[in-house]
């Protein structure tokens, strides 16, 4: 077994040094308190899992790779401005679109400071809510929000977030969605 040269040594460190000064995401190397709408290097969603911890039982949180794939963004970690101005939890487990059912979370992704200024955010959510058949500015207009709800609920869509103890380990099949173009801003 032939040992590297001085300059391969060279070169492989000073990659890794280049490659991990660039700031490669990796969502299961995300504390969970970045997870929540991070974007890999992949171009694939960060998601917040709940798991038993084998020692003590205890629920623990990790981020995990999802499935879902982003096409114009990547290595990227949402600001706390636009989680707060868009009304995220940065422990929200899984990906759904029950939010888009509550009132009060959709007035405030629809807000100016949210819907002109996190095309994450935005991006998932007309994603989730193009998936349930509503379209996110249909929803976001003026005199429309109900109707939108309306129809949205009469999908079949769960009526709220699950809350408590849930345990998620996977994406349900109608949230792993591939991106369309993204709306207009």
């Known amino acids: 077994m032939a040992f590297p040269s001085k300059f391969s040594l060279i070169f492989i460190l000073a990659s890794i040094f280049v490659h991990s000064s660039l700031g490669e995401v990796i969502c ?58 868009c009304g995220i939890d940065r422990k929200t487990v899984g990906i759904s679109s029950d939010n888009l059912l509550e009132p009060h979370f959709t007035a405030k992704l ?45 999908s079949g869509a769960a009526p709220g977030p699950v809350t408590g103890n849930h345990v998620s380990s996977s994406l349900h099949a109608a949230d792993v969605l591939v991106p369309a173009p993204a709306p207009f801003f």
């Open 28 to 85: 299961e190397e995300l504390p969970s308190e970045m997870c929540v709408m991070a974007i890999a290097s992949s171009g694939k969603r960060c998601v917040l899992e709940k798991y038993k911890n084998d020692i003590g039982g205890e629920m623990e949180y990790q981020c995990r790779t999802s499935e879902v794939v982003v096409e114009r963004m990547s290595e990227y970690i949402e600001t706390d401005e636009c989680i707060k101005a």
């Open 110 to 154: 629809c807000s100016p400071s949210c819907y002109n200024n996190c095309p994450n955010v935005v991006d998932l959510y007309f994603n989730l809510a193009q998936g349930e058949g509503v379209n996110l500015s249909d929803l976001c207009q003026r005199g429309k929000p109900r109707r939108a709800m309306v129809e949205l609920m009469s």
